[in-house]
């Protein structure tokens, strides 16, 4: 990988937990419109596997996958003013968080339904071979998730057709506050994918270059041909499952081991070490995502919210 690229990841990094971090502040203002889900201790997923993305293919985020959507050529403005449902939000305040997407930019809007992205993006995958375009999609999944009968329906309709399709599970050792131990009678997803005959690995969601090969490896296998991909990334979810979740359910000596491995902190210090990045390039990149967050915040602060009146455009088909 070159120099750039791994300070682009580092940008995307930090971009998103400084961009989770503003909301966090718009929330506790009461302007944040719902609820707020956060990514705190999962950056490198969402960022790895987008960036290994190819400018084709598609992906699906889902509320976790802030980065993604920042890699995919989203403004934290557009995150902002979304979960604010500001009129310059991608719905224009017709939908919150992280309900929207964009064909142009291989980007299908998430649904709350846990699991029904995964069909979805088969459909996406199947129709793709159909039109000869060596394209690649790629969604996620929450260990809980993985209990969903779309899920199952899904990685085997995909295992079966041998589509190419990538699915990406967050491993973040809760379902909201079921731990994965009284969730299901085993250890690591893969074994789910494994009984449909679909290829898989284990990969630490927390070594952001990690994740990065490894989707790298998916996604050229399910571009060969070979069939659907199985990605599980181990992580923690370092919050509750929301803001209004204080994830006291979650033991403290769990949350100080994972602390310990905090993502950005990891490969901050291996591009300091391994990669001779100096702290002077790294604090640029700081302050280019400070600079970043202050002029979007300020957008979506400034921004209008919706005229009633225009409440039901873009929601029939004329």
Not at 191 to 213: H, P, W
């Amino acid at each position: 990988m070159k120099r750039q690229d791994l300070q682009r990841i580092y940008y995307f990094l930090t971009l998103n937990r400084a961009l989770e971090e503003r909301l966090l502040s718009f929330y506790m203002q009461n302007k944040v419109v719902g609820g707020l889900y956060r990514s705190l201790g999962q950056e490198a997923i969402s960022v790895g596997t987008a960036y290994a993305l190819e400018p084709d293919d598609w992906v699906a985020p889902l509320i976790r996958n802030v980065g993604a959507f920042l890699v995919k050529g989203y403004r934290p403005r557009d995150l902002f003013t979304q979960y604010m449902a500001k009129a310059t939000s991608p719905t224009a305040g017709r939908d919150c968080n992280t309900h929207f997407g964009d064909c142009s930019r291989g980007v299908v809007a998430p649904i709350s339904m846990l699991g029904a992205m995964i069909p979805v993006m088969a459909g996406v995958a199947w129709g793709s071979r159909l039109q000869g375009i060596p394209r690649v999609a790629l969604t996620y999944i929450g260990d809980g998730g993985t209990s969903t009968g779309d899920f199952h329906e899904g990685l085997n309709l995909a295992s079966v057709w041998k589509l190419p399709l990538v699915v990406v599970a967050e491993h973040n050792q809760f379902a909201y506050s079921t731990p994965v131990h009284k969730q299901m009678a085993i250890q690591d997803l893969v074994e789910r994918a494994k009984a449909y005959a679909m290829a898989s690995e284990i990969v630490d969601g927390n070594d952001v270059l990690a994740v990065y090969e490894a989707t790298r490896r998916a996604l050229d296998f399910s571009r060969s041909g070979q069939g659907a991909y199985f990605l599980e990334c181990k992580t923690m979810r370092m919050r509750g499952h929301a803001e209004h979740d204080d994830a006291r359910y979650v033991p403290a000596e769990l949350l100080a081991e994972w602390r310990e491995r905090d993502p950005i902190d990891r490969f901050r210090q291996r591009l300091l070490g391994e990669f001779d990045f100096t702290q002077q390039q790294l604090d640029g990149v700081d302050a280019q995502v400070a600079a970043l967050i202050e002029e979007d915040a300020d957008f979506a602060d400034r921004s209008p919210f919706p005229e009633g009146s225009q409440a039901l455009g873009g929601v029939f088909a004329s």
